[in-house]
């Protein structure tokens, strides 16, 4: 009872945020030249694995030959694919459809965001676990903002992460979340990359 009555929460907004160093992967110099970037300076990077930046266009075309035998390890590394399943078509006009009954404040669908591209620029998913689910081998739920992508993975590496690094969802309960960068390589395969984390969100 003595130590009970002495807990005090303290920089409890801190849990809002990922653990910097699985949120930001280290991209603070050149792959080719080394130089370090300044925020201004715009970057280039790999659209195959999006974990090699350049400070140039040419630096990224110099680095080619040699980057190009280590990027298949890379996207085997830190990337896994699953089937990307969309929502029907004449549902995609519904603003949160799923869930605005639960929280009217959640800002999902393609009112909020628009559908992602195939072969286009990355975008957010966000990966939860069902409720009470403990196992790695169960099946995470993937979706982006737009609710345009939805489907399941069954992945280790991305059950550890969401474990250790993933935030209680709005509903209290034992569901976890994180938020990872993904691409649509085509109409039915989806490519989700965890060598960084992205940006949090606390609203979809």
Not at 39 to 63: G, I, M, T, V, W
Not at 165 to 173: D, N
Not at 174 to 197: G, M, N, P, Q, Y
Request: contains cysteine.
């Amino acid at each position: 009872e003595k130590y009970e009555q002495c807990n005090v929460i303290r920089n409890n907004s801190k849990t809002l945020h990922y653990p910097h160093s699985w949120s930001e992967w280290h991209t603070d110099c050149c792959s080719c030249c080394r130089s370090l970037f300044n925020k201004q300076k715009k970057r280039f990077f790999c659209r195959k694995c999006y974990a090699s930046f350049y400070c140039s266009k040419s630096c990224f075309e110099k680095h080619a030959d040699r980057h190009g035998r280590l990027c298949e390890c890379i996207r085997s590394r830190y990337s896994a694919t699953t089937a990307a399943r969309s929502f029907p078509e004449k549902l995609r006009g519904l603003p949160s459809f799923v869930r605005a009954a639960v929280n009217p404040a959640y800002k999902r669908g393609p009112a909020f965001a628009s559908p992602p591209q195939v072969g286009g620029s990355r975008f957010v998913v966000k990966l939860q676990t069902k409720e009470e689910n403990h196992s790695a081998s169960s099946p995470l739920n993937v979706s982006d903002q737009s609710q345009h992508v939805s489907t399941t993975i069954v992945n280790a590496q991305l059950f550890d992460l969401i474990m250790n690094c993933g935030m209680l969802t709005e509903l209290r309960g034992t569901s976890k979340k994180v938020f990872c960068w993904a691409v649509l390589e085509d109409v039915d395969t989806l490519r989700i990359f965890f060598h960084e984390l992205a940006p949090y969100t606390d609203k979809w």
